[in-house]
Each structure stands twice: as C-alpha cells, then as structure tokens.
C-alpha cells in the first residue's frame, strides 16, 4: 500500500481534531497550550506534505513548515509566561477560573 | 480808567462770592451730625461767618455810593447817549440759538438764512439800577449788622428750640450764607441786563428764600411755609417763562438794553461818519423792538412812514393783487410791528414808492429788511404771564398766602427778604418791563394791585401773630405799588418800594426785638405796656408806624401821597375806573387802623400778660443803632436836600429820570383825553403847606391829599378808641374769616389743591386698573405660555432624551452577559463559527 496525499492529510486531520479537542476540553492551561501546539503541527504536516506531493509547491511548503515551527516556538515562549504570570497571580493554572475579564 | 460798571459788577458779586465762601464754614450737609463745625472748632472760629457777611455787604454798599456819584457826574458831563452808556454796560455771548422765523408762507419753522441770535450775559447800570443798588445794599447792611446780634444764639454748638421742643446744631454760619449769597443774588437780578438772567436771580432768590424760611427746619410750621412758598413761587414762574417764551420767539431778544458799536470795516478801521464813529445796532431791546425808535442808525426818521417815534406800531396786514404782504399802519391793528435791528442798520426807505411801501415784506425767504410782527392779544399774553412771575414773587393776589407763612423764618429774614428787597423784585420787574406792557395788561395790574392793598389791609386789622400783622401790611403795601405802576404812576411806585423798605425792615427788626425780649411770645393779645422798657424802641416804631401810614412829612407820607394822587386823578379822570381810586382811599384809613392797633397793644396801656413783659429790657448796640441807620436812611431819601419839596428830592429826580418815556403815553392810551393833570399830580408832591386856596386848584391831587391825611386821622383815631382798652381783642365770625386771610388758603386748597388730589387719584386708579391690567394680563399670558412650553419640554424634549439613554443602557445589561470571560467558550464558539461558515460556503459552492 503506497502512502498517498489523501494519508497525510487525514492523519494531519486526525491530529487537528485532536489537538483543537485538547484546546477545548483541557482545564490545565498547559493542556490547552499541549492542543495548540498539536493543532499547529497539524498544519505543518499538510504544509510538509503539500510540498512532497507537489513539485512546484516544494520549497515554499517546507519554508512555511519552518516557520509554522517557529511561530509555534514563540507562541509556546509567550503563552508559558502568561500562563506563569496568571499562577503567580491566582496560584493556580486552571483556566476555569479565570473569568475576571467577564462583562 | 477802569469802567464804572464793573464797579457794580464788584459790588453785586461781593456778597455772591462771600455766601459761596461760607458755604464750607457753614458745611449745611453736616447739619444732620453732632460733631457740627461750632462743636469741633469753636464758637469763634463761626462768627467769622456774621463778620464776612457784613464785610461784603459793607463793601458793596460803599461801591454803590461811589457808583452813584460817579453816575451822577456822568450825567452832568454832558456826553451824548452813548458815551453815557456804553461804560456802564457790557455783555458777553453766552449762547448762540438758531432764529426761529416765519419761512415762506408763515409757516413757523428754523430760517437757515436767518442770523443766529446770541443770548447775552451782561450787566446795565442805568439810573434805575443805581437807585436801587443804593436802597438794597443799605438796608441790607442794616439788617445784617442787626442779624449779627439777634442771631447770635445760633452760634452756640447747641441750640434749644422752643417751638419744636428739640435740641439742634446751630446755624450761624448758615444763616450768613445764605443770608449773604441771597443779597447778592437780588443785586444781580437789578445788574442783570436781559430777561433770562433776571429770570435766573428771580430762581436763586426764591431759592435762598425757601431755605430762609424753613431756617427752623425742626418746625412743622416752617418746613411746610418753605415749602409753600416755593411751590406757589412756581405758579408765577410758569407765567413768567410763558412770557419770556412769546418775546423770544417773535422778537428774537430778552435783551434789556440796545447794545451798539462801533461799525468797522474790512481792516479793522473804525468807519467814520462826519467825524463820529459810525455805530451799528448789535443788539435791540425789548423795549426798541416793541416800540419805534425815533430813527435809523443813518438818522431817517420813522415818522414820515406813520409810525410815531416811542409807540408801539400798530397794523393791519392785507396781501396785494400780487401776493405781497403788505402792513398798513392802523389805529388798533390787530399786530404790533416788531422791529428787527437788521432793519435799522440798513436803508429801507424808499420816498418814491409811497407812505407804507416801506412796511412791504417780502414774502420768502424775508430776513433784513422785511419786518416782522406779533398779534396784538399774544403781547398781551406776554406781559400777563411775566406779572403772573410778579404776583409769584410780589405776592399779590391770588398767590399772596405764602408771604404770610413766610413769616416763619428768623427776624431779620422778614425783614429784608419778605418786605424790602425780594417781595419788591416783582415791583422791580414791571417797571423794567413798564414799556413792553400793552394799557390792558396795565388795567390789569392795576385792579389786582388795588384789590391785593386792600385784602393786605382788612387781613392785618385783625391778625394776632404781630409778624403775620406786619406781612400782611407788606402785602397791602406791595399791592399799592403795583396798583401805582398800573396807572403810570411809576416813579411813585418805586419812591414807595424805596420809603416802604426802609420803614418796613424798621418795624420787622424792632418787632423781632420786642419777640426776642418777650421769651418768642408773637401774640399781640399778650404782649403791651412795652413802652417803659423798651422805650427807644417804642419811639423807633412810632416812626415806622406813622411813616407807613402817611404822617405828613414822614418818609412814607410822600410816596404814599404820590401814589394816592396818581390813582385819584386816573380815577377821576374816568370814571369807570373810579374804584381804584376809593379803594386805595379806603384802605389808607385800614392801615392807620392796624399800625395804630399794632403799635398801641405792644408799646401803650398796660401789660396784659405780665409773664412774658417783666423780663423785656430796652437793647443798645446793634440792635438799637441799625434802626437807628434805617430811620437815617429812610429821612436822607425823602428830606435831602428840603423837606418841604419832593420835586426836588434827590432821590424823586433820579426816579423821574429814569422813568421810561411811554409812561405818559400808556396812561393816555387808557383814559380817553389829557393826563395833564395825571401828571401834574404825580409830579407835585408835599403841596399840604401850600394855602388852602392853592390846595383848591390842585385838582385830583389836592383832593387825594386831604382825603389821605383825614383818612390817616380817622383811622388813628379809630385804631386808639377801639384798643384803648387793654383787654379788646377783635372776635366774631368775621374777625376770624379776616385773620385767616378770607380763607384764601381754603379756597386754592379747594380750587386748585383738591382738584388736583382728585385727578392724582383718578389716575392712580387709571394706572391701577388699566394700565396695570393691561401689564399684569400681559404677564399672565406669558406665564401661561411659558407654562405649556415648560410642559412640552419636560414631557417630549427630556422625555425623547431619557428614553434614549434609558435604551441604550438597556442593551448594554443585555449584551453584558455575552461577556461570559470563559476563554474556552468563545474557543468553542469560535470553532463551531468556523465550521458552519465552512459547512455553509461547502453547500453553496455545490
């Protein structure tokens, strides 16, 4: 059995739904960073394999992969230390119970 | 040389000047406090007030004798008219008024052509005013000298008033400053040399009266007299402005004196006229615009053209075929030819073109030569307004009740305000003005004078307060000027002015004596048997009396006699007018009456009222010697230089020279055929020593001689059996209707007093009811507007406005609530967007 496009894309499916599930459902702030991360990587992989099954799209997927990654570096960097911040704050990382900002 | 006439200037200003310098010693809007100038500065440092205001007074009387010898001498020089006048007049331009003139077809309007006229000020000495400067000052002097002893109480800080019960600053230094400026004042007013400014004197010494008479200002009785006095002062005022309205407006000039100089040419030169400056008339009198000059400043004379040199020019105005306006002179024309000085400066007469072509007015645009007129009746008008002023003034009847209240005021000012000087102002001016009154406005002067002399008269036989006595008889006595000056008798008239102030300031000073003696008792009823302590004084009033009444030889008998002569021959030269001629005959009798009466109850018999006599003590000093100076004065009038012969009295001849030219001619005017004997009667005074025989022939004038002394005896006769016993006083209904002055008062109260409450009233009730209601309906209406608008406003205009805000704060509770700050909610919502965003664009690209 050949590893075709259509693989790639429902595997990068399957991690998406995964990883927005995580982001919706988590508690723990770092769950819901763990669903962003896998969702971002969801794009990358479609990205990577648009670039393999698409001569003309070759680099151009892989730069953009890179930069998926990282986007998902710095994203991780910055969410972490809000995340640090508001336990320092409320002693806690549950973002149930971060509804200050509610009208 | 300095001019003469600015000596007189000097001497009237003197004492202006002086009460205006008192005015700070006297501070009269510091009366109110305690800390008045005497309290703070000392008695002494106030009686410099009394001692500047005789200064003053004393210096001008001094000017006056010097003026008048210097005068004397003018005349005898010999100059011609106008180097005689011209030193002892000047005028300045005080305000210039565009000439109201008749335009086109005798529509009243502003002429722009017509020059503009100036209104002077300026001062005239004529022999008149050197009279009187005379007589005023030094019966003032007198007086003041007195006022400086008999006021002297004043000077104290504080003063105790009887009659008001009341403690008071004292007001000697007021007393002069006024006393002062008011002197002054009544010298400007004979100086002055036009109708305004005597118009403005006349104001100042009503004024200086008003606040004199109210001097007790913390007495009800005085306040309301200044007062009254006033007012009625006004009455006469109106009148008199009415008549100085009609003369300025169709004669253009209130000037007293024709002013002429010198005509000068392009460089300045003098124009000469055979050797004489040659002059042009720059201003006209009155009198020279209302009566004919004899000529032209080029010396053509008037008569030629029909009208009579020193007459007033009567016409008829017809309009010829050709529309010119053209003046005939007629016997009793309904118009009186005013002339203008642009007609005499210039030649207006044409011989060739007939007897009256020169009297042609040019139908427009007439200025220069053509002439104007004024009817008849309006001058009439004029002169009856401007006596209406004299009846203000003179108190003459109708407005004769103030004088009498008057008497409210301190001693001396009755003296020389309410009997010599003030009162003779309204004398004063009708012999000024003598040439500009037509024969019916003298007729009427006249009756009113008569009438006045005898209510003054029957008045002062019963009155008890001795001042209000002796105002009545200046009442009596200025009516008989007047009648005097209504007959043409018009030296007499001011002889008598002159007699009657001197004797009447002696009566006034020694009644305020006799008053101040007696703890202020005025009541005649109280006081008598006087003779033996004040015996000098009892003496002095003896003089005063007897003058007054026409003791011959005495001051008053002369004047008195002249004037009685004059009314009899004009009443007997036609007898409709005989009354004015008994009357005055009459009342001669009631004043021997009332003076013997007057003198009798305080000086003869004995004390009725030993209470207020015991303390009386006869005074020296002052007191006695400035009576004494008055009866001088009043003897140097008459008996200079011979007693036994007015006509050659120093002071008659001055009166008889400047007595206007038309004084003869209007009693002509009046009684149909000759006054001759009019004349002659006025002329002959003191002819009582001629043989009897003489007497005879004298006519009218004989005859008024005898019936003036037997009525002089009858009536002192009559006077002393009636009150020679002591305890007589007059009572009775008519008695009473007598000492109120016939109820005059009652009658202007309910003639013209309640008349006016009434119509004050009724529009009171005018303002009140409709003006009022037409206002407060107004606001009510408004009201009521402004109420619907208010309605408006706060239900639809704030109402729109908070349902508004209500409404968007509505939905903002509403759309709070999506703010639910869940993170993972909007997540969800956000993804469910996208997926249905997604489902729906997959469906429609299908």
Request: charged content about 15%.
């Amino acid at each position: 059995m050949t590893i075709t496009l259509v693989h790639y894309l429902v595997l990068a499916a399957i991690l998406f739904v995964a990883g927005l599930v995580c982001l919706l459902v988590k508690r723990n702030a770092i769950g819901v960073l763990i669903g962003v991360e896998l969702m971002l990587n969801a794009g990358g992989l479609n990205l990577a394999a648009f670039a393999r099954f698409n001569r003309s799209f070759e680099l151009d997927g892989q730069v953009f992969t890179i930069f998926v990654i990282v986007l998902a570096a710095a994203e991780a960097a910055i969410a972490l230390a809000i995340v640090l911040n508001y336990y320092n704050n409320a002693t806690s990382i549950d973002i149930e119970k971060a509804q200050e900002l509610q009208g | 040389m300095i001019d003469p006439g600015l000596l007189y200037l000097v001497a009237a200003s003197l004492p202006v000047l002086a009460g205006l310098a008192l005015v700070w010693l006297s501070r009269p809007w510091r009366h109110d406090h305690h800390d008045y100038d005497t309290a703070t500065r000392g008695e002494r440092h106030v009686r410099w007030a009394g001692y500047l205001a005789v200064a003053s007074i004393g210096i001008s009387a001094i000017l006056c004798l010097i003026g008048l010898f210097w005068y004397l001498q003018y005349q005898q020089s010999g100059r011609d008219h106008f180097q005689n006048v011209e030193p002892w007049a000047a005028s300045i331009p005080w305000l210039s008024l565009p000439r109201l003139g008749f335009e086109g077809k005798g529509n009243l309007g502003f002429s722009p052509d017509a020059p503009g006229v100036d209104l002077r000020l300026g001062y005239h000495v004529d022999t008149l005013t050197t009279v009187l400067f005379v007589l005023i000052t030094l019966v003032a002097l007198c007086i003041h000298l007195y006022a400086l002893r008999s006021m002297r109480r004043e000077v104290k800080a504080e003063v105790y008033d009887v009659l008001a019960k009341v403690h008071r600053p004292g007001r000697y230094a007021w007393f002069f400053t006024v006393f002062s400026f008011f002197t002054g004042v009544m010298l400007h007013l004979v100086l002055a040399d036009n109708l305004l400014q005597i118009f403005f004197c006349w104001e100042l010494v009503g004024l200086c009266s008003y606040f004199l008479i109210g001097f007790y200002q913390e007495q009800r009785i005085a306040r309301q007299a200044s007062i009254k006095a006033l007012i009625m002062n006004r009455v006469g005022d109106a009148g008199f402005l009415v008549g100085m309205a009609i003369l300025w407006t169709f004669t253009g000039t209130l000037s007293l004196v024709t002013v002429r100089q010198e005509e000068r040419d392009v460089l300045g030169n003098v124009v000469m006229d055979e050797g004489q400056p040659k002059r042009r008339i720059d201003q006209l009198s009155l009198t020279d615009t209302l009566r004919t000059p004899a000529s032209d400043t080029h010396g053509e004379a008037f008569e030629e053209k029909g009208a009579q040199a020193g007459q007033m020019c009567r016409v008829t105005a017809t309009r010829s075929a050709s529309g010119k306006a053209k003046l005939d002179v007629a016997e009793a024309g309904p118009l009186v030819v005013v002339w203008n000085q642009e007609t005499l400066n210039s030649h207006f007469h044409k011989p060739d073109r007939g007897r009256f072509d020169a009297f042609n007015t040019k139908a427009k645009g007439g200025h220069g030569k053509g002439l104007r007129t004024i009817p008849y009746w309006l001058l009439g008008l004029a002169g009856v307004g401007l006596f209406l002023g004299c009846i203000g003034k003179s108190a003459q009847v109708p407005l004769q009740t103030w004088l009498p209240d008057a008497m409210a005021g301190p001693t001396p000012v009755s003296a020389l305000v309410h009997s010599a000087t003030m009162v003779a102002a309204g004398v004063y001016l009708m012999a000024r003005l003598f040439p500009i009154l037509i024969p019916e406005v003298l007729l009427i002067i006249a009756y009113i004078g008569v009438f006045t002399t005898f209510y003054g008269a029957t008045c002062a036989l019963v009155q008890a307060d001795v001042k209000r006595l002796l105002a009545y008889s200046t009442l009596s006595q200025l009516g008989l000027m007047m009648g005097a000056i209504g007959v043409g008798g018009w030296s007499m008239a001011l002889f008598h002015l002159a007699t009657h102030a001197c004797c009447k300031a002696l009566l006034f000073l020694g009644v305020g004596t006799v008053v101040d003696s007696c703890n202020s008792v005025q009541d005649i009823r109280r006081l008598g048997g006087l003779r033996h302590q004040l015996p000098v004084h009892a003496g002095l009033m003896l003089f005063g009396c007897l003058s007054l009444a026409g003791l011959p030889l005495l001051p008053g008998w002369y004047s008195k006699d002249g004037i009685l002569a004059t009314l009899v021959s004009f009443g007997s030269l036609d007898l409709k007018h005989i009354l004015l001629a008994i009357v005055p005959l009459v009342t001669t009798l009631l004043t021997a009456v009332y003076l013997t009466r007057f003198w009798w109850l305080i000086f003869a018999g004995t004390p009725r009222d030993e209470s207020v006599t015991t303390n009386a003590h006869e005074q020296t000093g002052l007191l006695r010697w400035s009576l004494v100076a008055l009866v001088v004065l009043a003897l140097v009038i008459v008996w200079l230089p011979h007693p036994l012969s007015m006509e050659n009295s120093w002071f008659v001849r001055l009166l008889h020279q400047s007595e206007p030219a038309s004084v003869r001619d209007e009693s002509n005017l009046l009684i149909n055929g000759s006054n001759e004997q009019l004349v002659s009667g006025t002329f002959k005074g003191a002819s009582w020593l001629r043989p009897v025989s003489e007497i005879m022939h004298l006519g009218p004038h004989g005859l008024a001689n005898i019936l003036a002394v037997l009525a002089l005896g009858i009536g002192i006769g009559l006077g002393w059996w009636k009150y020679r016993l002591p305890s007589v006083t007059p009572d009775g209904a008519v008695a009473r209707f007598l000492e109120d002055g016939w109820r005059w008062d009652v009658v202007l109260q309910r003639c013209f007093v309640t008349p006016v409450k009434l119509l004050a009233q009724g529009l009171v009730m005018l303002d009140r009811w409709l003006w009022d209601g037409i206002v407060h309906a107004i606001v009510y209406l408004t009201m009521l507007l402004a109420r619907a608008e208010k309605q408006f406003d706060d239900h639809l205009i704030d109402g729109l406005v908070r349902q508004t805000s209500r409404a968007t704060h509505a939905a903002g509770l509403a759309l709070r609530r999506v703010q639910t700050g869940s993170v993972q909610l909007y997540l969800i919502l956000t993804a469910l967007a996208v997926i249905s965003i997604g489902a729906l664009i997959l469906m429609l690209l299908r």
